[in-house]
């Protein structure tokens, strides 16, 4: 099966019983309530996890406000940037995120973060399935107002998940640990 966003849909719907659809648009119930949490599902799952295909990396421009205190500088953020995970060559407290903005006293902004992917030919197929677990669960109680069926898919979905961000780990080359007088510190 190509994957789509109806598909996906449809994995989410076969695991509560419901009717299958067709498309998004769709004049019905199971329909509609994808329509309405599909997005929000999926923007929250990406950026739950530095999943390794919905990393990017953007040269950020200053803006021309400096931050009225407490950093030197304020960049942007890219449109699709759903959370900053690292800025090249500052520790986490060197840096931080605030609204759609980068505040930080460097005069460089490099980031690594987590696109918002709308393309779901571009999710890694673990990720797919944790998708269609938590479509499942934002859509259980609407479709079944059953409680024990909502609690049995997310136990589901904890192991899935476990099982896709080990996979999204494995995926390349991790940041390197370098050495220092602390880490050594215990030999």
């Not at 067709?22 to 996890?49: G, N, P, Q």
């Not at 942007?76 to 060559?89: I, Q």
């Amino acid at each position: 099966m190509s994957v789509s966003v109806a598909a996906i849909c449809n994995k989410a719907l076969t695991l509560l019983g419901a009717n299958r659809i067709t498309d998004l648009d769709d004049d019905s119930l199971e329909a509609k309530l994808c329509k309405e949490h599909f997005s929000d599902v999926r923007d929250e799952l990406l950026r739950s996890h530095p999943w390794k295909f919905a990393l990017g990396r953007a040269s950020l421009s200053a803006s021309s406000t400096a931050p009225a205190w407490g950093w030197t500088y304020q960049y942007p953020l890219p449109n699709d940037c759903l959370r900053v995970v690292g800025v090249e060559g500052q520790e986490q407290d060197d840096w931080t995120e605030e609204g759609r903005m980068l505040m930080t006293d460097s005069e460089v902004a490099n980031i690594k973060y987590i696109k918002r992917i709308e393309t779901v030919g571009s999710f890694d197929p673990n990720f797919t399935a944790v998708l269609a677990l938590d479509l499942a669960i934002a859509l259980s109680y609407a479709l079944t107002t059953s409680q024990g069926l909502r609690a049995d898919i997310a136990k589901l979905r904890e192991e899935k998940v476990k099982e896709a961000r080990t996979y999204s780990a494995q995926s390349g080359v991790g940041d390197r640990v370098y050495a220092d007088d602390w880490l050594n510190s215990r030999w």
